[in-house]
């Protein structure tokens, strides 16, 4: 194991989880992320805690159900983290453990590459950014996103609660990604009407050679269009065979000032100036919506306008 997998993971392990010797420290991975996995599975081991590391057959879309056996550990444990190919953040078993005290984080579509990167930036400037962003989120009522690209979309937040994943992970029930940097919130169901123009990549895609328009009316995604990259995201959505899956389930603000598009949305989705919105599942961040699945869309150089004050212009922070 070289020496830049064993920081990092060791980063992962005691700056942001913070784990502490006795404490019961889960990790799933799969057979895609079984390096990883193991690099922190040693990390956990010199931190003294009562480490576990799974090992599971990769999932086959954002927000499936992990295997009964370690949803059930999942929620027996002091702390976990789940380097994995497909996110388990929006999953009814990471709910359920977030909910009965288990701190972490999940870490969907990790490579070696991106683990050993990403963990070395900044997070006391990350949670600076995010503060200030949830600040002047908080108690806004309509939020409005454009870009030169076509996006147009307005969409309510009352009454849901502003998140914020800046990656220190320390209290309990605490739980965000890694690499973090985003400030985010579920808009309220139904409320959402308007023109998304994903033009930077897509959950379950990856970088977009086309953009990707999608017509919003009523909290739903009713028409996309854009070429391949659009027609497979109609297949990933009808995939799961409900209409919740084109439920408008997220608003995101990256703010990460490391992150680039790499064509992965755990580092994709966390690029300053940037927006990202997601369809489907929104269950575990406030929403309502179950969908089983959870993929973001990430626009560049949104303006971003809450309760007619511009927060976001062009990509640039306007506070």
Known sequence: MDDELKKAAKTTVKVCLGVKPGEKFLIIADTETKEIGEAIFEAGLNAGAETILSIMKPRTKHGEEPPEPIAVMWKHVDVFVAPTKFSLSHTQARKKATENGARGATMPGITKEMFVETLQADYTKIKELNEKMKKALVGKKTVRVLTEKGTDITLSIEGREIFTDDGILHEKG????????????????????????????????????????????????????????????????ASVGKKEASNIAELGIGTNINAKPVGNILEDEKIYGTVHIALGDNSTIGGITKAGIHLDGIISKPTLIADGQVLIKDGKWMI
Not at 184 to 211: Q, R
């Open 174 to 237: 605490a739980f965000g990604n890694l690499p973090a940097g985003e400030v985010f919130v579920a808009p309220v169901e139904g409320t959402a009407n308007g023109i998304i123009v994903a033009d930077v990549s897509f959950a379950g895609i990856g970088i977009l050679k086309t953009p990707i328009k999608i017509t919003v009316k009523d909290g739903f995604a009713v028409s996309i269009e854009g070429g391949e990259e659009a027609e497979k995201l109609k297949q990933l959505l």
